[in-house]
T-cell receptor, first 115, second 111 residues
Framework: ETGVTQSPTHLIKTRGQQVTLRCSSQ?????VSWYQQALGQGPQFIFQ???????GRGNFPPRFSGLQFPNYSSELNVNALELDDSALYLC??????????????FGEGSRLTVL | TQLLEQSPQFLSIQEGENLTVYCNSS?????LQWYRQEPGEGPVLLVT?????EVKKLKRLTFQFGDARKDSSLHITAAQPGDTGLYLC???????????FGKGTKLTVNP
């Protein structure tokens, strides 16, 4: 069974640039959730995608956007990068069933540094 | 606003010692999860507790959910260096798509 994979693992950008992070969900999973983990903090929910549609969003501005593809993989896009966007971005896949998101399986994350 | 408060934030102990970490909230959760995260990796689920007062054991780890489903504790017996990591609690509210995480307890077990 293939686990959750994220790419790239590390990247450095400058303020104002745009970034795209990618996530391949675990085989059989239909839901992808994205979390931001700043240094010394717990993960914070960005949004969730279920069957290619956004299914809930945390307290993040519109410059954070996402996509889910028919194969359930996902992208997180961040425009107009700010220094505070520097963080570990975690993708988690699960199998959503009615009202429950199900057990989350996290990838290793993409470490973004904004200079 | 941090809905889940974890304590202590840092804990450094010797191999063989026992420890307890806490996760407290003023909110009620339908379930609470504990994760362990090692440097450079994503969190890995250890346990989910659902029923108030529930106690679950995973080898040397004992997890308890408070009667009012607002708090939880993790007790480790005879800690080993392999227990080193960041322990995160995360609460789920019924029907919600998101988990609310605490800041974590960074545990170091010295040989």
């Amino acid at each position: 069974e293939t686990g959750v994979t994220q790419s790239p693992t590390h990247l450095i950008k400058t303020r104002g640039q745009q970034v795209t992070l990618r996530c391949s969900s675990q085989s059989g999973h239909n839901t992808v959730s994205w979390y931001q983990q700043a240094l010394g903090q717990g993960p914070q929910f960005i949004f969730q995608y279920y069957r290619e549609e956004e299914n809930g969003r945390g307290n993040f501005p519109p410059r954070f956007s996402g996509l889910q593809f028919p194969n359930y993989s996902s992208e997180l896009n961040v425009n107009a990068l700010e220094l505070d966007d520097s963080a570990l971005y975690l993708c988690a896949s699960s199998t959503r069933d009615r009202d429950a998101t199900g057990e989350l399986f996290f990838g290793e994350g993409s470490r973004l540094t904004v200079l | 606003t941090q809905l889940l408060e974890q304590s202590p934030q840092f804990l450094s102990i010797q191999e063989g010692e026992n420890l307890t970490v806490y996760c407290n909230s003023s909110s009620v959760f339908s379930s609470l999860q504990w994760y362990r995260q090692e440097p450079g990796e994503g969190p890995v689920l250890l346990v989910t507790v659902v029923t108030g007062g529930e106690v679950k054991k995973l080898k040397r780890l004992t997890f308890q959910f408070g009667d009012a489903r607002k708090d939880s504790s993790l007790h480790i017996t005879a800690a080993q260096p392999g227990d080193t990591g960041l322990y995160l609690c995360a609460g789920e509210k019924g029907g919600s798509e998101k988990l609310v995480f605490g800041k974590g307890t960074k545990l170091t077990v010295n040989p």
